[in-house]
Nanobody
Framework: QLQLAESGGGLVQPGGSLRLSCAAS????????IAWFRQAPGKEREGVSC???????YYTDSVKGRFTISRDNAKNTVYLQMNSLKPEDTAVYYC????????????????????WGQGTQVTVSS
């Protein structure tokens, strides 16, 4: 069974940067689509970004131009580089994965994902 573990969260000032990592174990990450979701207190879970097996990327509008998703299959790790952070980016960030075909786009809905990490807190505040 694929297991995921996020790291890299923390407290950062507005305008700052963080890089989240999602390390996978139990299966080769290269056969999975990977996504980052976030959930702020009192709000619904939101899809932030996803990356397919063929490296197609999707970003929700609020993070376009600021966040970058990448994957290193050799290291079994996916990253989310977050720049120009805003207070509204404050949330618990989760990585998630599901096995998919080589040519498929990544799904942007959380119900498609069947492996989840425990989450890492990101707080953007002065």
């Amino acid at each position: 069974q694929l297991q995921l573990a996020e790291s890299g969260g923390g407290l950062v000032q507005p305008g700052g940067s963080l890089r989240l990592s999602c390390a996978a174990s139990g299966f080769a990450l290269g056969t999975y689509a990977i996504a980052w979701f976030r959930q702020a207190p009192g709000k619904e879970r939101e899809g932030v970004s996803c990356i397919s097996r063929r490296y197609d990327r999707y970003y929700t509008d609020s993070v376009k131009g600021r966040f970058t998703i990448s994957r290193d299959n050799a290291k079994n790790t996916v990253y989310l580089q977050m720049n120009s952070l805003k207070p509204e980016d404050t949330a618990v960030y989760y990585c998630a994965a599901y096995a998919t075909s080589p040519w498929a786009m990544c799904d942007t809905t959380w119900r498609a994902y069947d492996s989840w990490g425990q989450g890492t807190q990101v707080t953007v505040s002065s």
